[in-house]
């Protein structure tokens, strides 16, 4: 398994979880509702496990990738390099600090992640379970008991089940959405530092941003820019500087550096790098009127899938057996529109409305 595969991986565990407990059987029975909870904290255990497999071979993978990349470039720049392999240079103190930091701050993040969520599924589980029991007894619930804490408990618990953190603006952060992040950040991260320290042992202190179109305003301050790795380049920014930073900047950022050689360069042309970081502004959006529409474009088609896979976990949540058994068949029920999907509107909202009055 590679990290795509584990991203997927912990996608498929949610989703299973999230259909054990839409079809959950007499959660009056503590029994019933026992079992559940320990099925879902084992199956987050098995995350966890699987993480710890796969994440180291998989960051220093890339981080070989990066030194063998980072080699070719120096290479190609007339730089002289040693003629050890990746697999002897990765070898070297420099690169095993750096490899075992990065495991170490990959697996913790997710050790973390894993454990809130399995504290906020069995909370929000014992605490439907409780309210809802408190009803019954005051007389407040009638018809199908039993369905109605299975319904309950489901839509609880797609809400704010699995909850591994909630941002200061209070948005909840499901464990494999806060997964694929960290996953895609330290991948990264790994090839940009594989590449950067590579750089670094031989004496090439200076790198360039690549350039992508079209990108979001946090990565346009960037682009094509060259950092100082050290501070000691006259007229270029380093990471030394609170404001500067190298990749990535963001979740799933795409850029990459290469190393910029002064000694084959011309005065003209170091002077325009220089001039690229004159009235540098964190604030300040680089990007042209196209840009800025090209990338909102390119965001709102992943929006919108994004908000397709919420609407179906809500749906599926609330009808059980009768939601559209997988995202791909309620993407097309809901984007060909039609009497299917007005059907399935209207069958939502009775479910819904049944649960507010039962």
């Not at 097309?332 to 939502?348: C, D, F, P, T």
Request: proline share 2%.
């Amino acid at each position: 398994m590679n990290h795509t595969q584990l991203i997927e991986y912990f996608a498929q565990v949610i989703q299973s979880i999230f259909s054990r407990v839409n079809n959950a059987k007499d959660l009056t029975n503590d029994k019933n509702a026992q079992e559940l909870i320990t099925a879902i904290l084992k199956s987050l255990d098995d995350l966890g496990i699987k993480t710890s497999e796969v994440m180291p071979h998989e960051l220093e993978k890339i981080y070989l990738q990066a030194i063998s990349s980072a080699t070719q470039d120096l290479v190609a720049q007339k730089v002289k390099v040693d003629a050890l392999k990746p697999a002897d240079v990765i070898k070297k103190k420099l690169h095993v600090a750096a490899l075992t930091s990065l495991v170490q701050d990959t697996l913790q993040d997710l050790r973390v992640a894993i454990r809130a969520a399995k504290q906020s599924a069995k909370m929000t589980i014992k605490k439907v379970l409780s309210k809802t029991k408190l009803e019954i007894a005051k007389g407040l619930i009638q018809g199908n008991l039993r369905k109605v804490i299975t319904k309950r408990v489901a839509k609880t618990f797609q809400e704010e089940g699995l909850t591994c953190f909630t941002t200061a603006d209070g948005k909840r952060l499901r464990l494999d959405k806060y997964a694929k992040t960290v996953v895609s950040v330290k991948m990264r991260d790994a090839s940009t530092q594989g590449a950067v320290n590579r750089y670094k042992e031989n004496g090439v202190d200076l790198v360039k941003v690549s350039q992508h179109s079209p990108t979001c305003h946090v990565c346009a301050r960037y682009e094509g820019k060259v950092i100082s790795l050290t501070g000691k380049h006259k007229g270029f920014l380093s990471i030394k500087n609170k404001n500067v930073k190298l990749p990535p900047y963001h979740p799933h950022c795409k850029h990459t550096v290469s190393p910029y050689v002064m000694e084959y360069k011309s005065d003209s042309e170091i002077q325009s790098e220089q001039q690229k970081w004159e009235g540098f502004n964190l604030n300040e959006d680089t990007r042209s009127v196209s840009q800025q529409k090209a990338y909102k474009k390119e965001q709102d088609i992943r929006r919108k899938a994004h908000e397709e896979l919420k609407a179906y976990e809500r749906y599926a949540a609330v009808l059980g057996k009768d939601a559209p058994k997988t995202i791909g068949a309620f993407r097309r029920i809901k984007r060909n529109g039609g009497e299917s999907w007005q059907k399935l509107q209207v069958a939502y909202r009775q479910a819904n409305r049944e649960l507010k009055t039962e």
